[in-house]
């Protein structure tokens, strides 16, 4: 007869976690760095405000439960000069 089965054998039948190819672990290093969205709206010196905006839509689906939020990023554009920097011109 066979002999029962160990806790070890359970062992081997659990799934095994991929380690990054090295291909895999370059390009997690380029997602730390800032891609040219990122440098947009860092320019903007409202980034913070832009985040906890972009943060409050995500969790609530609807743009009228932030509205705090919406001031708060405005009057950081305005502050920072960039309704200036960002209005139509006529050619």
């Known amino acids: 007869m066979g ?3 160990s806790k070890d054998d359970d062992d081997d039948k659990r799934p095994t976690v991929e380690q990054p190819t090295p291909a895999a ?3 997690e290093e380029e997602d730390d760095e800032p891609d040219e969205w990122d440098k947009r709206i860092f320019s ?3 980034a913070e405000e832009n985040a906890k ?3 409050c839509y995500y969790e609530k689906k609807d743009w009228r439960q932030c509205k705090e939020e919406m001031e708060r ?3 950081c554009w305005k502050v ?3 309704d200036k920097r960002t209005d139509s011109k006529d050619v």
Do not use: H, M, Y
């Open 73 to 75: 990023f405005k009057q």
């Open 53 to 55: 905006l972009t943060d």
């Open 44 to 46: 903007t010196g409202c």
């Open 25 to 27: 672990a370059v390009a």
């Open 3 to 5: 002999a029962a089965p």
């Open 80 to 82: 920072q000069g960039n």
